[in-house]
């Protein structure tokens, strides 16, 4: 395999080469579960899918392990559990039970492990002690705070000095900071939110050492790849990576390569010309766009550009999706009498892929396939389905019988009214008789059925429900 990835803390592509093949691990920072998740919370998910899938294809399917952390200890969790009168975990359970059935819905595979801050506490508490005895954190009021000071590899990871990184970003000027930059570890928690007992005192962890300690508890150290979207870079990720490495290590600098060989971050997806967030009010949720389109269609949206450069999202982006998606599943549904002669994924194919992850060229091979199932040769048209098949597997695409990818939620009586007015709209047309013709096609749009004219003929399929 000749996987090369962008690494953040390198600035620049190189060949993935794991710690041990036999062990191939990957961690990805996932959601805080106190509403539905948006669109933009399902790029990282989706994105990751993808190299999770291509890990698992080159290194087999036992020897990849991938987690992805659920933060179930949060204001914002804290706040709806006080706003429904509920204790925490009624909100968290709801959630994560939502998050996992859209994230199927968009064709990703469920991580190996998805651990919980609540389930990591004595994990928590013990690395925050190490730190607090290997001179990196300190106990001040009721706080525990990382010594951004005593680490000299602070600000590595987002590429700025330390003085840089406090200037051009908000932070939590407290008295009992030693410097503006330290960031909390565990603190008191307020009236009505959860608490846990401490050597410190009673209280909850910060966001940052969440991460490292189910790093450690899931996967060990060091990691091979660790992902997450650009927004983390900093602060979270260079939080953790400090804490991480001090912990481990202790604080005197040059071990970062010890805590994740490999960091990806993937691109901000916007609505119109700002990031869509909930902060904002412009997102778009998964759970209410699955029932406007299929799952399968909402993840070629996320993956028609490079994962680390921006996405806009709209409608449009959609349409065109289920349109791609419509060539390709046609190209099948013609070529149903086809033996694949191969279940191997294009070998064109996986070198985009393997190109840090190049999607958008991926799926121009995937229509290139098509384009040779449609006009190969017998034994061309073999290759090229049982390699589009299995590419658009490797991908998370093509994963619906051809039939249903147009028909879905059309019953047998259905499908016999609406083939028999096909059939009648063709004789119609071959007489040239075009009232008769247009008022089929009326018929067909009431009963919520588009018809797709093409060289070899008509085929329809049932609208998407507005």
Same mark, same amino acid.
């Given at each position: 395999?000749?996987?090369?990835?962008?690494?953040?803390?390198?600035?620049?592509?190189?060949?993935?080469?794991?710690?041990?093949?036999?062990?191939?691990?990957?961690?990805?920072?996932?959601?805080?579960?106190?509403?539905?998740?948006?669109?933009?919370?399902?790029?990282?998910?989706?994105?990751?899918?993808?190299?999770? @899938?291509?890990? @698992?294809?080159?290194?087999?399917?036992? /020897?990849?392990?991938?987690?992805?952390?659920?933060?179930?200890?949060?204001?914002?969790?804290? !706040?709806?559990?006080? &706003?429904?009168?509920?204790?925490?975990?009624?909100?968290?359970?709801?959630?994560?039970?939502?998050?996992?059935?859209?994230?199927?819905?968009?064709?990703?595979?469920?991580?190996?492990?998805?651990?919980?801050?609540?389930?990591?506490?004595?994990?928590?508490?013990?690395?925050?002690?190490?730190?607090?005895?290997?001179?990196?954190?300190?106990?001040?009021?009721?706080?525990?705070?990382?010594?951004?000071?005593?680490?000299?590899?602070?600000?590595?990871?987002?590429? @700025?000095?330390? =003085?840089?990184?406090?200037?051009?970003?908000?932070?939590?000027?407290?008295?009992?900071? @030693?410097?503006?930059?330290?960031?909390?570890?565990?603190?008191?928690?307020?009236?009505?939110?959860?608490?846990?007992?401490?050597?410190?005192?009673?209280?909850?962890?910060?966001?940052?050492?969440?991460?490292?300690?189910?790093?450690?508890?899931?996967?060990?150290?060091?990691?091979?790849?660790?992902?997450?979207?650009?927004?983390?870079?900093?602060?979270?990720?260079?939080?953790?990576?400090?804490?991480?490495?001090?912990?481990?290590?202790?604080?005197?600098?040059?071990?970062?390569?010890?805590?994740?060989?490999?960091?990806?971050?993937?691109?901000?997806?916007?609505?119109?010309? =700002?990031?869509?967030?909930?902060?904002?009010?412009?997102?778009?949720?998964?759970?209410?766009?699955?029932?406007?389109?299929?799952?399968?269609?909402?993840?070629?949206?996320?993956?028609?550009?490079?994962?680390? !450069?921006?996405?806009?999202?709209?409608?449009?982006?959609?349409?065109?999706?289920?349109?791609?998606?419509?060539?390709?599943?046609?190209?099948?549904?013609?070529? /149903?009498?086809?033996?694949?002669?191969?279940?191997?994924? &294009?070998?064109?194919?996986?070198?985009?892929?393997?190109?840090?992850?190049?999607?958008?060229?991926?799926?121009?091979?995937?229509?290139?396939?098509?384009?040779?199932?449609?006009?190969?040769?017998?034994?061309?048209?073999?290759? &090229?389905?049982?390699?589009?098949?299995?590419?658009?597997?490797?991908?998370?695409?093509?994963?619906?019988?051809? =039939?249903?990818?147009?028909?879905?939620?059309?019953?047998?009586?259905?499908?016999?009214?609406?083939? /028999?007015?096909?059939?009648?709209?063709?004789?119609?047309?071959?007489?040239?008789?075009?009232?008769?013709?247009?008022?089929?096609?009326? =018929?067909?749009?009431?009963?919520?059925?588009?018809?797709?004219?093409?060289?070899?003929?008509?085929?329809?399929?049932?609208?998407?429900?507005?």
């Amino acid at each position: 395999m000749s996987l090369n990835l962008y690494d953040t803390m390198a600035r620049a592509k190189r060949p993935f080469v794991p710690a041990d093949p036999k062990r191939v691990t990957m961690y990805v920072c996932g959601p805080t579960v106190y509403n539905y998740a948006h669109i933009g919370n399902a790029r990282p998910v989706v994105v990751f899918d993808v190299l999770f @899938r291509l890990l @698992r294809h080159a290194y087999g399917e036992e /020897a990849v392990l991938y987690a992805a952390n659920v933060t179930d200890v949060d204001d914002k969790i804290n !706040a709806k559990a006080q &706003a429904e009168g509920v204790a925490i975990d009624v909100i968290t359970e709801r959630y994560i039970e939502i998050y996992n059935r859209d994230m199927a819905t968009l064709g990703a595979l469920r991580p190996t492990f998805q651990p919980r801050a609540t389930q990591t506490m004595d994990a928590i508490q013990a690395m925050i002690a190490t730190l607090v005895q290997k001179g990196g954190a300190y106990a001040a009021e009721g706080h525990v705070l990382f010594d951004t000071q005593a680490y000299p590899d602070y600000g590595k990871l987002s590429g @700025r000095s330390l =003085e840089d990184l406090i200037a051009g970003a908000r932070v939590d000027v407290a008295p009992y900071k @030693r410097h503006p930059a330290d960031f909390v570890l565990w603190k008191p928690s307020k009236p009505g939110e959860p608490v846990w007992e401490s050597p410190w005192g009673p209280g909850r962890p910060g966001w940052h050492i969440e991460c490292s300690a189910m790093i450690e508890q899931a996967l060990g150290l060091p990691i091979d790849i660790h992902g997450g979207g650009n927004d983390l870079i900093f602060p979270h990720h260079e939080n953790e990576l400090a804490q991480g490495v001090c912990a481990a290590h202790g604080c005197e600098g040059g071990h970062t390569g010890d805590y994740a060989r490999y960091w990806l971050h993937n691109g901000f997806l916007n609505f119109g010309s =700002e990031k869509m967030s909930k902060s904002l009010g412009n997102v778009v949720l998964v759970h209410d766009l699955v029932k406007q389109a299929p799952g399968e269609a909402v993840r070629w949206a996320l993956l028609v550009g490079h994962y680390r !450069a921006p996405l806009e999202w709209s409608g449009e982006l959609i349409e065109q999706a289920r349109k791609s998606l419509d060539r390709l599943y046609g190209a099948l549904r013609r070529a /149903a009498d086809v033996t694949p002669s191969t279940d191997a994924p &294009a070998p064109k194919f996986l070198a985009a892929l393997e190109d840090d992850l190049n999607t958008a060229q991926a799926m121009a091979e995937l229509f290139a396939l098509a384009s040779a199932l449609e006009t190969g040769s017998p034994e061309e048209k073999a290759r &090229a389905k049982g390699e589009l098949l299995a590419s658009g597997r490797l991908m998370g695409f093509l994963q619906s019988d051809p =039939e249903a990818w147009f028909q879905g939620g059309a019953d047998e009586d259905l499908k016999t009214r609406v083939e /028999a007015l096909i059939a009648a709209r063709i004789e119609a047309r071959s007489a040239k008789d075009w009232p008769r013709a247009d008022a089929i096609r009326d =018929e067909l749009n009431a009963l919520n059925v588009e018809v797709m004219d093409s060289a070899t003929g008509a085929t329809w399929r049932l609208k998407e429900p507005s």
